[in-house]
């Protein structure tokens, strides 16, 4: 079982719709989540971090987090075209390696 | 305030080649961080510094890997002898750690071509 595990996609919406991205962890004892959008040839940019259970807002990104189920989500309102990318979601572990774990990314289209 | 700098940004060789990478973090950024990121992957890290100290090299193919963080400023990190799989782009992070907060920071990466 990966640590960290993303659907590839590609994820395809609309603009203007609702996109949904989704991430399940092993590590139960972790506790710092992070989203991360990576445009092709570029390096990861921090879009969001969720510490707590529940949703966390900030501006159209809502990050989601249930560490009951071990599941974080990100959704992005009013899809734009440049909102086109990887996204990449991160666990923080909550003993020994304090270094990110990565999942391998979703890749989002937002079709005009 | 400046992001984190990485040198150079590309990089071709040959195999047996040996390579070196520069990366300089946010200031006031005491943890460091190289990752390597092969195509179509996330991120895997490969050292991690606190200050001058290693904090985690447990993923760092230690027979062709080497890094430092003299200072505990910038960090150099060096392949000798690089093989093929080693083409990826290399990436540096920094976050503030300690209590927190815990958010990491990108460089702009390397890319690594190992011909």
């Known amino acids: 079982q990966k640590e960290v595990e993303q659907n590839s996609g590609p994820l395809s919406v609309p603009e203007g719709a609702i996109a949904s991205l989704n991430c399940t962890y092993s590590?139960?004892?972790?506790?710092?989540f992070f989203w991360y959008r990576q445009y092709s040839g570029k390096s990861p940019e921090l879009i969001m971090s969720i510490y707590s259970n529940g949703d966390k807002e900030d501006g159209r990104f809502t990050a989601q987090l249930n560490k009951a189920s071990q599941y974080v989500s990100l959704l992005i309102r009013d899809s734009q075209p440049s909102d086109s990318a990887t996204y990449l979601c991160a666990v923080r572990g909550g003993t020994g390696r304090r270094a990110l774990t990565f999942g391998s990314g979703t890749r989002l289209q937002v079709q005009p | 305030e400046a992001g984190v700098a990485q040198s150079p940004r590309y990089k071709i060789i040959e195999k047996r080649q040996s390579v070196a990478f520069w990366c300089n973090p946010i200031?006031?950024?005491?943890?460091l961080y190289w990752y390597q990121q092969i195509l179509g992957q996330g991120p895997k890290l490969l050292i991690q510094?606190?200050?001058?100290?290693?904090?985690?090299d447990s993923q760092l193919p230690k027979d062709r890997f080497s890094a430092e963080r003299l200072k505990g400023v910038d960090s150099t990190l060096k392949i000798q002898p690089a093989k093929l799989e080693d083409s990826a782009v290399y990436l540096c992070?920094?976050?503030?750690?300690?209590?927190?907060?815990?958010?990491?920071?990108f460089g702009p990466g390397t890319r690594l071509t190992v011909t």
């Open positions: 590590d139960r004892g972790s506790q710092s």
């Open positions: 992070a920094s976050s503030l750690e300690a209590g927190g907060p815990y958010e990491q920071y």
């Open positions: 200031s006031g950024h005491a943890t």
């Open positions: 510094f606190q200050n001058n100290g290693v904090v985690d």
